[in-house]
């Protein structure tokens, strides 16, 4: 009897692995356009706090942007409709490289090693650079990272991206205030509740645009050059292979400039 009993359960432990296995496969070892197209869905992770790349406009949850616009085009391309994850700048790593959230990130994310290091990214689609706002009537202050590297100067940036880790590295001196809203800060800079807000050279010209307080008087001289890509976490070389093709694509036909004009961005292709 007792040796029967283990019999069973040993038969049971075996076809609960079997059955672990298949549907560990059938999640993580089918490629992912393959399923993106069955599950009829591509899910997109961004911050939506990034005008005018990525934004979440608080009254109705409906999203807009460059960004957004782009990840509909690749939505586009695969047949599927699209959903968008709310993802975090200090959290998008992590966010990204959980294979349960979303497929890729989008919006102001900038190509680097660090992150080439542990996940992939699409080739650029967007320009950009580190450069700053300020009040109008300060624009005159403000010339070089040394004019902005002193005590008296309140620089403000949103936590866990690539704006405070500038700040953290390029401006050790000056009264750094991270503000954990980023869409917000350039209000607040207007405000008089910071001098300067470290942020690029895309974002920039939406809200001088948009706020006749602000001036951004360092945007054709950025402290750094870069590009904006598209982040996903590794092993999804066919989805990384089709959006640099459709990213190409647009390139070549023209809508990728077309969007650049619509947002009011400088084309660099």
């Given at each position: ?79 599927v409709s699209i959903s968008y994850v709310p993802t975090s700048w200090p959290t998008l ?117 948009n706020d006749s307080r602000l001036a951004a008087p360092l945007l054709d001289s950025p402290f750094t050059r870069g590009q904006i890509g598209i982040l996903m976490r ?36």
């Amino acid at each position: 009897m007792k040796r029967f009993l283990l019999t069973i359960l040993s038969i049971l432990v075996i076809g609960v692995s079997l059955i672990s296995c298949g549907t560990s496969k059938k999640v993580y070892g089918t490629p992912a356009i393959d399923r993106i197209q069955e599950r009829g869905t591509l899910l997109v992770g961004t911050t939506g706090d990034y005008r005018p790349l990525s934004y979440r406009e608080p009254e109705t949850g409906e999203y807009w942007g460059f960004g957004i616009d782009v990840a509909g085009e690749i939505a586009d391309k695969l047949g599927v409709s699209i959903s968008y994850v709310p993802t975090s700048w200090p959290t998008l790593s992590a966010d990204v490289q959980n294979p349960d959230l979303f497929d890729f990130a989008i919006g102001g994310i900038t190509i680097t090693d660090t992150r080439l290091e542990t996940m992939d990214m699409s080739e650029g689609y967007l320009c950009n650079g580190k450069t700053i706002l300020c009040r109008k009537e300060d624009a005159g202050k403000y010339k070089s990272l040394e004019d902005l590297n002193k005590a008296e100067v309140r620089v403000m940036v949103n936590p866990g991206g690539l704006n405070e880790k500038f700040a953290r590295e390029n401006l050790p001196s000056c009264t750094l205030v991270v503000f954990g809203k980023n869409e917000e800060i350039p209000s607040r800079v207007a405000e008089g509740e910071a001098d300067v807000m470290i942020t690029e050279i895309t974002e920039a010209p939406w809200y001088v645009r948009n706020d006749s307080r602000l001036a951004a008087p360092l945007l054709d001289s950025p402290f750094t050059r870069g590009q904006i890509g598209i982040l996903m976490r590794k092993g999804q070389d066919d989805l990384l292979k089709k959006v640099n093709s459709i990213i190409k694509e647009m390139k070549s036909d023209g809508k990728l400039k077309d969007l650049h004009d619509k947002y009011g961005l400088v084309y660099g292709y």
